[in-house]
């Protein structure tokens, strides 16, 4: 099986943009992750996925949003970009009623 | 979710056993205690869970003392590829999507 891929791999924009980065998981794995890894303050969940609906969020504005397709390929946005955005993003899937994540690549988000 | 405390690095010898400590005092009832690591540039890899058995599988093993308090995770002959930041948290059977993610241990295999 293929593993989890995101898109783009790198990326870098500037202040008051927006982004939209890309994941798909695992096929079958209907539960897709997303979280935010920066040197100081370590891996920070953002949200969760499960058959296009919003499971479960985490503590980060409504500046970030997500969604989940039929396809369980999901997509997070972030709008109006700030500096203390930079950051490599990460995106998990799970198969349902297991507990083990296989995580993507991520992608490293640059903002200026 | 209950946090995590680990050593924030170590050091191991090539073909010798890396023990990875990790403090979980506030650790509930219901909670596994789970290992990721992450090597540099790539997204975290699972490695194993449990909840109050010792577990082992092809990777490595857990031990979790009999309070659940602390647990450790064995490497039991470190290569050069077992370099990396390894992860401890706990968090609920069936909702670890809110793991709550701590800076890890660096664990650096020297030949």
């Known amino acids: 099986k293929a593993g989890v891929t995101q898109t783009p791999r790198y990326l870098i924009k500037t202040r008051g943009q927006q982004v939209t980065l890309s994941c798909s998981p695992i096929s079958g794995h209907r539960s897709v992750s997303w979280y935010q890894q920066t040197p100081g303050q370590g891996l920070q969940f953002l949200f969760e996925y499960f058959s296009e609906t919003q499971r479960n969020k985490g503590n980060f504005p409504g500046r970030f949003s997500g969604r989940q397709f039929s396809n369980s390929r999901s997509e997070m946005n972030v709008s109006t970009l700030e500096l203390g955005d930079s950051a490599l993003y990460l995106c998990?899937?799970?198969?349902?009623?297991?507990?083990?994540?296989?995580f993507g690549p991520g992608t490293r988000l640059t903002v200026l | 979710d209950a946090k995590t405390t680990q050593p924030p690095s170590m050091d191991c010898a090539e073909g010798r056993a890396a023990n990875l400590p990790c403090n979980h005092s506030?650790?509930?009832?219901?909670?596994?205690v789970y290992w990721y690591r992450q090597i540099h540039s790539q997204g975290p890899q699972y490695i194993i869970h449990g909840l109050k058995n010792n577990e082992t599988n092809e990777m490595a093993s857990l031990i979790i003392t009999e309070d659940r308090k602390s647990s450790t995770l064995i490497l039991p002959h470190a290569t050069l590829r077992d370099t990396a930041v390894y992860y401890c948290?706990?968090?609920?059977?069936?909702?670890?999507?809110?793991?709550?993610w701590g800076l890890g241990t660096s664990l650096a295999v020297n030949p």
């Open positions: 948290i706990v968090g609920s059977a069936g909702n670890n999507r809110k793991l709550i």
């Open positions: 506030t650790i509930s009832g219901n909670e596994y």
């Open positions: 998990a899937s799970s198969n349902q009623g297991q507990d083990t994540q296989y």
